[in-house]
């Protein structure tokens, strides 16, 4: 059983900065492309950031420059780091660990239930 358990989220001012955190249980995190995902309600989730197992990133436009993705193997965690948030940056955070074969066919895919981001002033 694999769990993902987000924290770290709140409200913050225009401007300010807030650090994501996700813990996962299992034996997969280390085989796993992690990401952040965000979702505003009546809207598609989309892709913040993802951080390979050699550790190469990839940023939404929106957010680079500003949010910064990272892991650590030894504690299976996953922060990402967000500075100069604005209003647009408001949504719920979900992260995610999923993998791929060589063909392209799902291995897994897993999500953990979210952390409301609130910008505001």
């Known amino acids: 059983q694999v769990q993902l358990v987000e924290s770290g989220g709140g409200l913050v001012q225009p401007g300010g900065s807030l650090r994501l955190s996700c813990v996962a249980s299992?034996?997969?995190?280390?085989?796993?492309?992690m990401g952040w995902y965000r979702q505003v309600p009546g809207t598609q989730r989309e892709l913040v950031a993802t951080i390979t197992i050699g550790r190469n990133t990839k940023y939404a436009d929106s957010v680079k420059g500003r949010f910064t993705i990272s892991r650590n193997n030894a504690e299976n965690t996953v922060p990402l780091q967000m500075n100069n948030l604005n209003p647009e940056d408001t949504a719920v955070y979900y992260c995610?660990?999923?993998?791929?074969?060589?063909?392209?066919?799902?291995?897994?895919?897993?999500w953990g239930q979210g952390t409301q981001v609130t910008v505001s002033s």
């Open positions: 995610n660990a999923a993998q791929r074969n060589v063909a392209g066919d799902k291995l897994w895919d897993y």
């Open positions: 299992g034996s997969i995190f280390s085989r796993s492309l």
